[in-house]
């Protein structure tokens, strides 16, 4: 007998789609992992088991971003919205600045975190464009004086995208990468940090991904909480205290998911072929449905669209919903509709989306 599983059109902004092949492994190894008798969840941390699965996601993620030798890889807790208190804890020293660019809501939470320990300036912005576009690379105010420069390479809730990041020589680079690790190749070492919540193309929440280069982490300031110290973390090799286990075992996972198929290239070409299934639906609409992002900023992970006419967009979001499709409401902040096209969310799905938008304005125009 064959059982067919049933997956949905999932489109949720994370957490979000994992690889089906990654949740079966996870399923037929939950009670018993590796003829230990325990489920993962159930391992000491302290065991040879557990470092196996730990040490080898390190391992996988420097391989797949070809991580430099001087970073260190490390999995905390407290999601991407920790990072945000963390970063000036640790590197704003007193008197001194940091440069932000705002991209949209999680730049400014980043930025609001930032004024209690600092002053936070802003080093470019595109609020007033109601954040639809990245900055212009001549836009942007490097201050080397600051203690870095934060920004957001993929913005969730308004769809944009950088696609080429600012070089800013000795001044260390941060980005909030949340919404776009892994999604395609990149050069770690123009950054003095990346972090990332793992809830989108990493696994399940609850671990977050941080790749910080040891020279920086060197300079952190050494009066704040253990727990909040990045040296705390690096020295332990992330097992200071009790990791979220069973989150890094997914994680480590859904890195081989990557290498399997056939790693970041890979990965980036598929996500370019699934994002323009649903571009090209909005630019041949004839204004039936608009973008919210610049052509030249648009993400390749959160496509942000309206439907021109608002009674209309309220029956396209409850048509999708009828139809199958998961999780095409905007952000409650902005509406509108959003389709997360992450990693694991596969191609026909959104080449289903793309056939279900032009079915409906056949429909309705
Ligand atoms: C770009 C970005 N940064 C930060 C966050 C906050 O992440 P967390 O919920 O892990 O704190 C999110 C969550 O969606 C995000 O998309």
Known sequence: MTVTTKRAFNFNAGPSALPLEVLQKAQAELVDFKGTGMSV?????????FEGVHNEAIANLRELYDIPENYEVLFLQGGASLQFSMIPMNFVKEGQKASYIQTGAWSEKAFAEAKLFGTPVEAASSKSN??????ALSEIQIDEEAAYLHL???????????????TTGDLPLIADMSSDILSKKIDVSNFAMIYAGAQKNLGPSGVTVV???KEFLEKANSNI????KYATHSKNNSLYNTPPTFGIYMLGEVLKWVKAEGGLEAIEQRNEEKAKYIYD???????FYYGHATEDSRSLMNITFRVADEELEKKFLAEAKTAGFVGLNGHRSVGGCRASTYNAVPLE???ALADFMVKFQQDNQ
């Open 349 to 351: 799905t959104c080449k």
């Open 211 to 213: 790749i910080i280069r």
């Open 225 to 228: 909480p253990t727990m909040l």
């Open 130 to 135: 109601n954040y639809k576009n990245i900055p």
């Open 41 to 49: 969840m159930e391992l000491s941390h302290r065991s040879a088991e």
């Open 152 to 166: 957001t390479s993929n913005n969730t809730i308004f769809g944009t995208q950088w696609k080429t990041f600012p």
């Open 281 to 287: 639906v909005i630019d041949n609409s004839n204004g």
